[in-house]
């Protein structure tokens, strides 16, 4: 595994790394591009249609390399997905992203999607000195400490669009002109913040969200949450309208525009290997894809211990995923209500504080008690008028959940003796319904015209993620930023796009491998 703390001299080479790894350098993989000769010669499948899959493969298709996406699902995006019930259609995943005016923006920019998709800004937002203003009202003895926290998230978010645009040509003075990053990389949230305030409610209030990113402050890589936070006090926060089905549709519409193919309802079985490299995809229906490179989408788990042959990936780095956690997993109830309920819950986005801590409730999480657990209500009609027909609401219920409480109906889920399960789901279903009526809308289930609900098993079933995860590897210290797992693997040929990879989950970080893994496909065949 990776050391958890990093040189001065290791800092210097590895942030040159990291700003060429952070944004697209066009000419350059264009001048690659060119030199390849007859794009023919280079078969490339993608295994999986989630976004970091679509940009891969869009990003090869526009440059003319023969491309296949297989998906075992009947539609493309992954968790970047919608569904329909009656008169609803219930958004999968997206609450915010921060597509905007950043390197994720620049991707889909540089694939012709970006003009094509509508953002709609999240209402009540703040930026970093109204953020400021109201922490600091409530702790004024803490005014100092909390200015100083929000400066440096801003300022490190600030540096990683610094970075990004050196393009690899950072040298001796990064130490100087990137102090923050520097200071942030060895440290988790709880580190960060202890360096501000001392008041623990404080803590939690600048931690709050944390949700978004899977971990508490103990564990969270503080430099992870400062380049996400950071960046939406920087930039706010989006929705895509209609829903985010929309991105994944522009980016799928991109691939087979440009000549490459889509496999829906498809399953990759194996990778196959000649001589160490990769030589083509064995498909769970018998097929067979040639290949000289391959994308996966998958789970760097399945991947490596599931689909290519015995042997054929280094010891030590088995060794090192298999030190890396798998992130925690949700448990969602959508409700189509037949009342427009924005006078009675008057915010986008509302999250019930336990009052116990972000760490006892992040154990609540992991143990699956939903009935104590913290949760969130979101009101999608906030966003903008029509996301619902008239005089009804679509709402979602979301709380982090564990998959060790789950781990018992596994075996006959997988074969379909799903009686148990069905039980334990509508159990829960029915404590978080009764926990939204107390807390946000009285007669809720009175209003409800249609639900559904989803366990940590239905995230594993429609992704294949293992344990239902919805952010690859965890974002710990020794897993993020400039230790994350590297989206260029031991196995000539093989490539990872996804929340598995450099740098991780999220929208913006799986778009973001999906162009990394591009590029370095383009500077292998060039090299």
């Known amino acids: ?77 992954g968790y970047a997905t919608a569904f329909e019930r009656g008169d609803f259609t219930f958004e999968v995943s997206l609450h915010l992203t921060t597509i905007h005016n950043n390197s994720t923006a620049a991707i889909l920019e540089d694939l012709g999607i970006l003009d ?26 803490e005014k100092e400490g909390i200015r100083g926290f929000i400066k440096e998230i801003t300022g490190i978010s600030d540096e990683i669009s610094g970075l990004s645009k050196e393009k690899g040509k950072s040298g001796k003075a990064s130490i100087r002109r990137y102090p923050k990053l520097w200071g942030v990389k060895d440290k988790t949230l709880a580190d960060l913040l202890g360096g501000y305030v001392k008041d623990q409610e404080l803590k939690d209030l600048l931690a709050s969200g944390w949700g978004a990113y899977g971990l508490p402050p103990s564990q969270l890589s503080a430099f992870y949450f400062a380049a996400a936070r950071g960046g939406t006090l920087r930039n706010g926060s989006y929705y895509i309208r209609p829903r985010s089905q929309a991105l994944s549709d522009a980016l799928a519409e991109t691939i087979t525009r440009s000549g490459g193919k889509i496999l829906y309802d498809t ?54 995923i298999d030190g890396y956690s798998t992130s925690i997993s949700t448990f969602i109830v959508w409700l189509g209500l037949n009342r427009d309920v924005r006078e009675i819950v008057k915010t986008y986005r509302t999250g019930f504080r336990t009052g116990r801590g972000i ?10 008690e939903l009935e104590r657990a913290p949760y969130g209500i979101t009101v999608y009609d906030h966003l903008y008028q029509g996301y619902s027909r008239p005089g009804k609401s679509t709402v979602t219920l979301l709380c982090l959940c564990g998959y060790e409480p789950w781990r018992r109906f596994e075996a006959d889920y997988r074969a379909g003796r799903k009686d148990a399960y069905y039980k334990e789901k509508e159990r829960l279903t029915e404590a978080l319904i ?94």
């Open 359 to 368: 760490e006892a409730d992040y154990r609540s999480c992991l143990k699956g």
């Open 267 to 320: 399953a990759a079985r194996g990778i196959k290997l000649k001589d160490g490299a990769v030589e083509g995809v064995d498909l769970q229906d018998g097929g067979k894809l040639p290949a000289v490179a391959v994308v996966s989408n998958a789970s760097a788990l399945t991947v490596f211990k599931k689909m290519l042959p015995p042997g054929s990936v280094p010891a030590d780095y088995l060794g090192k």
């Open 1 to 77: 595994m990776f050391e958890k703390k990093i040189s001065r001299r290791s800092f210097i080479t590895l942030s040159a790394a990291a700003a060429a790894s952070l944004a697209l350098d066009r000419s350059k993989v264009n001048g690659l591009a060119a030199a390849m000769g007859n794009k023919a010669n280079y078969p490339v499948v993608v295994i999986g249609a989630g976004l970091g899959g679509l940009c891969a493969a869009a990003y090869l298709s526009k440059s003319g390399v023969p491309v296949t996406v297989v998906e075992q699902h009947a539609i493309p995006g």
């Open 434 to 527: 009764a926990r939204a009526e107390r807390d946000f809308i009285p007669g809720l289930r009175s209003m409800i015209e249609v639900r559904e609900s989803s366990t940590p098993l239905t995230n594993w079933y429609f992704t294949r993620n293992p344990e239902g995860a919805i952010y690859g590897f965890n974002q710990t210290v020794d897993n993020a930023f400039m230790n994350r797992l590297d989206c260029r693997t031991p196995v000539k040929g093989l490539y990872l796009a996804s929340a598995w990879g450099n740098p991780g989950g999220g929208y913006g970080g799986a778009l973001s491998g999906g162009e990394k893994a591009f590029r370095m496909m383009v500077e292998d065949w060039g090299g």
């Open 116 to 141: 094509k998709l509508k953002f709609v800004p999240l209402p009540g937002q703040q930026g970093p000195e109204s953020l400021a203003e109201t922490l600091s009202g409530r702790f004024p003895s």
